[in-house]
């Protein structure tokens, strides 16, 4: 991140597709809930067959696409919502110092170095030269700085050292929000068909783990549930909370939000359904990657009164075995 592309930034373009996605998110929520509570009843009711069974069916697998619109819609718009507020205090910094330096008469180079004219007197001595100061986060180097500057006979170098670590750290704060948020932006993508699998909604709940993760300086910027809250402090509290700040604690807190008495039913509803399909995505791929047994597993068969013995091969070996009378297990002769 360099000095012209944070000055030029402009957060609110962010903003403002937050707010588009979360309204894709809202629009996706309303059909989904057409889908499930009017059309497919009224269906049932009017009709009968299998023809409207089998468009129930479908009608519902429709729906569960709006829901997965829904959530990752929620979640990119936080996502930009929460980039634009950890980018801004770097902004505004680099903005302050910008305007300090140009108060001055300063010029602040592409590097982030500020140069300064000469100014004041060194009786005795050579008159004091213009010069350059360039910005450091070290704090052992800022101290000799400051050292230097009271001997410095130009006044204009130590302001002008103020600024360039200004603007340093301003830089430093963008380009760790920005390096925070870019790969957590480029994961939120479906994949590109109709079928919302286990695996898509395994990889909603990485996504959300991940822009929660990221996130925790906006949530803990967000006003906070009460501690122990009662129903009616819950409900004060959501109450309380604007669409966007609402939005974000569904998205990236939905077992908070469902768990807390007081909150609307709707709004319970819907973050538990965020978390029972994205725990049951992930639990439900876990099962589907457990490597299934070979066809010609060994089959245990009780000789004796006592469990068969047998003696082990390497992996599977593709050939069932019998149990001999002692119970001891041996491979079946060929014909």
């Given at each position: 991140?360099?000095?012209?592309?944070?000055?030029?930034l402009?957060?609110?373009?962010f903003?403002?597709?937050?707010?588009?996605?979360?309204?894709?998110?809202?629009?996706?929520?309303q059909?989904?809930?057409a889908?499930?509570?009017?059309?497919?009843?009224?269906?049932r009711?009017?009709?009968?067959?299998?023809?409207?069974?089998?468009?129930?069916v479908?009608?519902?697998?429709?729906?569960?696409?709006?829901?997965?619109?829904?959530?990752?819609?929620?979640?990119v718009?936080?996502?930009?919502?929460?980039?634009?507020?950890?980018?801004r205090?770097?902004?505004?910094?680099?903005?302050?110092?910008?305007?300090?330096?140009a108060?001055h008469?300063?010029?602040?180079?592409?590097?982030?170095?500020?140069?300064?004219?000469?100014?004041?007197?060194n009786?005795?001595g050579?008159p004091p030269?213009?010069g350059?100061?360039?910005?450091t986060?070290?704090?052992q180097?800022?101290?000799?700085?400051?050292?230097?500057?009271?001997?410095?006979?130009n006044?204009?170098?130590?302001?002008?050292?103020?600024?360039?670590?200004?603007?340093?750290?301003a830089?430093k704060?963008?380009?760790?929000?920005?390096?925070?948020?870019?790969?957590?932006?480029?994961?939120?993508?479906?994949?590109d068909?109709l079928?919302?699998s286990?695996?898509?909604?395994?990889?909603?709940?990485?996504?959300?783990?991940?822009?929660?993760r990221?996130?925790?300086?906006y949530?803990?910027?967000?006003?906070?549930?009460?501690?122990?809250?009662?129903?009616k402090?819950?409900?004060?509290w959501?109450?309380?909370?604007d669409p966007?700040?609402q939005?974000?604690?569904?998205?990236?807190q939905?077992?908070?939000?469902?768990?807390?008495?007081?909150?609307?039913?709707?709004?319970?509803?819907?973050?538990?359904r965020?978390?029972?399909?994205e725990?049951?995505g992930?639990?439900?791929?876990?099962?589907?990657?457990i490597?299934?047994?070979?066809?010609?597993?060994?089959?245990w068969?009780?000789?004796?009164?006592?469990p068969?013995?047998?003696?082990?091969?390497?992996?599977?070996?593709g050939?069932?075995?019998?149990?001999t009378?002692?119970?001891?297990?041996?491979?079946?002769?060929?014909?």
């Open positions: 991140m360099d000095i012209e592309a944070l000055k030029t402009k957060l609110h373009e903003e403002e597709a937050a707010t588009s996605y979360r309204s894709a998110s809202d629009m996706a929520s059909a989904k809930d889908l499930e509570q009017r059309i497919t009843a009224q269906m009711k009017a009709l009968k067959g299998e023809a409207v069974d089998a468009a129930v479908q009608l519902r697998e429709v729906a569960k696409d709006f829901h997965y619109m829904q959530v990752e819609c929620g979640l718009g936080t996502a930009l919502n929460a980039f634009a507020a950890d980018m205090p770097a902004q505004e910094k680099l903005k302050r110092a910008l305007s300090e330096a108060e008469t300063f010029t602040v180079g592409a590097d982030g170095s500020v140069a300064y004219p000469a100014a004041g007197e009786p005795g050579s030269q213009p350059s100061a360039s910005g986060l070290s704090e180097v800022r101290a000799i700085q400051r050292q230097a500057g009271n001997f410095d006979p006044p204009n170098y130590a302001i002008a050292q103020g600024i360039a670590n200004r603007i340093t750290e830089l704060e963008a380009t760790d929000a920005d390096q925070k948020w870019a790969p957590q932006l480029r994961k939120l993508k479906a994949d068909d079928v919302v286990a695996g898509d909604w395994a990889d909603a709940g990485k996504d959300t783990e991940g822009v929660r990221a996130g925790r300086d949530l803990d910027s967000l006003p906070q549930p009460p501690k122990d809250g009662s129903p402090a819950n409900a004060e959501w109450k309380g909370l966007e700040q939005a974000a604690w569904t998205a990236l939905p077992n908070t939000v469902g768990g807390l008495d007081g909150l609307p039913a709707t709004a319970r509803d819907e973050a538990n965020i978390v029972l399909d725990k049951r992930q639990y439900q791929t876990e099962l589907n990657g490597p299934k047994p070979p066809a010609n597993e060994w089959t068969i009780t000789a004796a009164r006592s068969p013995r047998y003696t082990p091969t390497s992996g599977w070996s050939t069932r075995s019998t149990a009378s002692t119970g001891t297990w041996s491979r079946p002769s060929r014909a």
